[in-house]
């Protein structure tokens, strides 16, 4: 029997994926999935997730899920990485279908230096999300 209690499923979604259950999340799946599109946060970035955790320059408000550029490999390639309210981070999404000269620009340019091979997306990549994933102004 499947659930259909919507907040079941977000429970169960979320069970699932502390298990590392689900494979890569592409864009199309991103849309379809409420409970990912809510924690989406463009205001945390890759250097702000590395931060330490306690101390006089602690970060601790970066719980949800943001988008970054991933750069071990080429090409560079743009995640979603969920991070609980723990620290426990999980890469959860990959979106090919951005241009490569937007990944390319932001490289170029970064908005902040880069944490791990890891950089934040700039204003052209959060427009371009916005619109690709139906996501109104907040």
């Not at 931060?51 to 550029?69: E, H, L, M, N, Q």
């Not at 490999?73 to 241009?99: H, S």
């Amino acid at each position: 029997m499947h659930p259909t209690d919507p907040k079941k499923i977000q429970e169960l979604n979320e069970f699932a994926e502390s298990l590392n259950v689900f494979a890569l999340q592409e864009l199309k799946d991103i849309k379809r999935r409420p409970d990912l599109l809510a924690r989406i946060r463009f205001d945390v970035t890759p250097q702000m997730i590395m931060a330490p955790r306690v101390g006089p320059k602690a970060v601790r408000d970066t719980a949800g899920c943001s988008f970054y550029i991933e750069t071990h490999e080429d090409p560079p390639t743009l995640m979603l990485m969920r991070v609980g309210k723990e620290g426990v981070m999980t890469t959860v999404g990959r979106i090919d279908e951005i241009p490569a000269e937007m990944l390319k620009r932001a490289i170029d340019s970064p908005p902040d230096p880069p944490a791990n091979a890891m950089y934040a997306i700039t204003d052209e990549i959060v427009d371009w999300l916005k619109k690709e994933l139906d996501l109104k102004e907040a």
